[in-house]
Every structure is written in structure tokens, then in C-alpha cells.
């Protein structure tokens, strides 16, 4: 399971049916189901559904929150943080209010609005220092540092992973992040299969790119040969090269 579908998993949760004038629309499972199986454009109408029949102001909430988590995973980015970002000002429980800011802070983050995401996770920091997500809240916030090239920052918030949650999802990345070199690279696929690591990697040559492998191992013990390409100082520069990698046809994201 990747960064983003264990993002999207930590906030599963099943209620009860949702049942408005005497009919009956589909309840929060249904909505949790969906995006557990990546349907996110039938996760966000079975979420405005219940948003928009339910009588329960609980429950149009909790809808909320999965209408908000499906725009996100369709790109939807500024729906999604308007739907997090109204969940926080219901006055939900603490803990619904710690998922829908962290939901808001990979809001901004996947638009690319880094000092956003740092700002709004360094502020669910201060308000929840306790958090049931804390070692989340610390990767959200060395992520956003490590763009915004803060990198000593961001080296103390990985730390703090390692040191207060080394049993964590996040402990193993964090230790993979610290490790690495200060540079942006932009990657073009991690595979299990070494051979195909090593063929994309013949592929990107002949486009004239300088790629080459990086040996990751997961939380679940997997290795993955992972092809960058690049070492760049500067996060405008990565984004340069993402874009030509894309015109050339390859899928990326630009690490770290």
C-alpha cells in the first residue's frame, strides 16, 4: 500500500445507515467501500447524497469528510479543501477535527501549496499536541519542509518519528528521507522487479536523461527499486523536468 492509499485507510470508518423522509440513501460503509476500492467518483455522489438528504447533522459531517477524501484522489483539490475545511468548522470531536486538518494539509500539499500545508499542519500541531496522528502530523510537516528545501527542519521532525514512533507506517519512510542526499529528483516508477527497473531505466537513457535506481525497503519488509531521474538543487527545476518527463510520456512525482 502506497503513502496515499494508507492516508486514505487511517480515516475508514463504519456508521450507521443514512435514512432521510422516509427513504433510505446509502450509508457511510457504502462511501468507505468505495474509496477503499478506489471508485472515488461514485465515494463523492454516494457522500452528497447523505450531505444532502441526511437529517443528522452528524452524519452530513462524517459525509463531508469522504466527499472531501474523494475529490482529493480525482485532483479535485480545491473542492476537497473547502469540504475539510467546513468539517473543521462544524466543531467536530478532536479526533474528527485532527483527520479532516490533516486531510486539508494533503490538500494543499498535492496542489503544491507547500508553505499552505506546512502553515496548516504546523497549527493542528499546536492545537493537538496529543494527537492519535501524531507521527502523521510530524510527516506532514517535514514533507512540506523538505519542498520548501527547510531541510534541517525537516531532518528534526523525521527524527522525532524515529525517536517517539519507530513502530510507526511512517518510521521506515522517515528513515529512507534522512538518509537520502539534499536533492530533488523526480521519480518515474518503483517496481519489485529489479529487471524492470533496470529496462526503464535503458528507456529514460535513450530519451537522454541521467536515471538511475534507488533500493528501498517497505514497512512489510518488500524491496523496491525505485528509477529517479536527476539530482536537482532547486524544487522549480524538478518541476521543469517533471513536466518534460510527462510530455515524453513517463509518470512522476518529484522526491522528496
Same mark, same amino acid.
Given at each position: 500500500?502506497?503513502?496515499?492509499?494508507?492516508?486514505?485507510?487511517?480515516?475508514?470508518?463504519?456508521?450507521?445507515?443514512?435514512?432521510?423522509?422516509?427513504?433510505?440513501?446509502?450509508?457511510?460503509?457504502?462511501?468507505?467501500?468505495?474509496?477503499?476500492?478506489?471508485?472515488?467518483?461514485?465515494?463523492?455522489?454516494?457522500?452528497?447524497?447523505?450531505?444532502?438528504?441526511?437529517?443528522?447533522?452528524?452524519?452530513?459531517?462524517?459525509?463531508?469528510?469522504?466527499?472531501?477524501?474523494?475529490?482529493?484522489?480525482?485532483?479535485?483539490?480545491?473542492?476537497?479543501?473547502?469540504?475539510?475545511?467546513?468539517?473543521?468548522?462544524?466543531?467536530?470531536?478532536?479526533?474528527?477535527?485532527?483527520?479532516?486538518?490533516?486531510?486539508?494539509?494533503?490538500?494543499?500539499?498535492?496542489?503544491?501549496?507547500?508553505?499552505?500545508? @506546512?502553515?496548516? &499542519?504546523?497549527? #493542528?500541531?499546536?492545537?493537538?499536541?496529543?494527537?492519535? %496522528?501524531?507521527? /502523521? $502530523? *510530524?510527516?506532514?510537516?517535514?514533507?512540506?519542509?523538505?519542498?520548501?528545501?527547510?531541510?534541517?527542519?525537516?531532518?528534526?521532525?523525521?527524527?522525532?518519528?524515529?525517536?517517539?514512533?519507530?513502530?510507526?507506517?511512517?518510521?521506515?519512510?522517515?528513515?529512507?528521507?534522512?538518509?537520502?542526499?539534499?536533492?530533488?529528483?523526480?521519480?518515474?516508477?518503483?517496481?519489485?522487479?529489479?529487471?524492470?527497473?533496470?529496462?526503464?531505466?535503458?528507456?529514460?537513457?535513450?530519451?537522454?536523461?541521467?536515471?538511475?535506481?534507488?533500493?528501498?525497503?517497505?514497512?512489510?519488509?518488500?524491496?523496491?527499486?525505485?528509477?529517479?531521474?536527476?539530482?536537482?538543487?532547486? @524544487?522549480?527545476? &524538478?518541476?521543469? #523536468?517533471?513536466?518534460?518527463?510527462?510530455?515524453?510520456? %513517463?509518470?512522476? /512525482? $518529484? *522526491?522528496?
Amino acid at each position: 500500500m502506497d503513502k496515499k492509499d494508507r492516508f486514505a485507510a487511517l480515516f475508514l470508518a463504519a456508521v450507521c445507515f443514512v435514512s432521510a423522509a422516509g427513504q433510505a440513501y446509502a450509508g457511510m460503509p457504502d462511501v468507505a467501500a468505495a474509496i477503499m476500492n478506489k471508485n472515488y467518483t461514485a465515494a463523492r455522489d454516494l457522500a452528497s447524497a447523505i450531505m444532502n438528504n441526511s437529517q443528522d447533522p452528524a452524519q452530513r459531517t462524517e459525509a463531508q469528510y469522504y466527499y472531501g477524501l474523494a475529490q482529493l484522489r480525482l485532483g479535485q483539490y480545491a473542492q476537497a479543501r473547502s469540504a475539510f475545511q467546513s468539517v473543521m468548522d462544524s466543531r467536530p470531536s478532536q479526533d474528527g477535527y485532527d483527520k479532516a486538518a490533516l486531510s486539508l494539509t494533503e490538500g494543499f500539499y498535492m496542489a503544491g501549496l507547500y508553505s499552505d500545508a @506546512l502553515d496548516t &499542519a504546523t497549527r #493542528l500541531l499546536r492545537k493537538s499536541p496529543h494527537s492519535s %496522528y501524531l507521527s /502523521l $502530523i *510530524y510527516f506532514k510537516i517535514a514533507g512540506a519542509d523538505l519542498k520548501l528545501m527547510r531541510w534541517e527542519e525537516a531532518h528534526y521532525y523525521l527524527n522525532k518519528i524515529l525517536e517517539d514512533f519507530p513502530k510507526s507506517p511512517e518510521a521506515s519512510i522517515a528513515k529512507q528521507l534522512l538518509e537520502e542526499k539534499q536533492y530533488f529528483a523526480v521519480q518515474v516508477g518503483s517496481f519489485l522487479d529489479k529487471g524492470r527497473a533496470l529496462a526503464l531505466i535503458d528507456d529514460l537513457k535513450g530519451d537522454g536523461q541521467y536515471a538511475y535506481v534507488v533500493e528501498t525497503t517497505s514497512p512489510d519488509g518488500h524491496t523496491y527499486y525505485r528509477v529517479r531521474v536527476g539530482q536537482m538543487s532547486s @524544487l522549480n527545476d &524538478a518541476e521543469d #523536468l517533471k513536466k518534460d518527463l510527462e510530455k515524453l510520456g %513517463y509518470s512522476t /512525482l $518529484i *522526491y522528496p
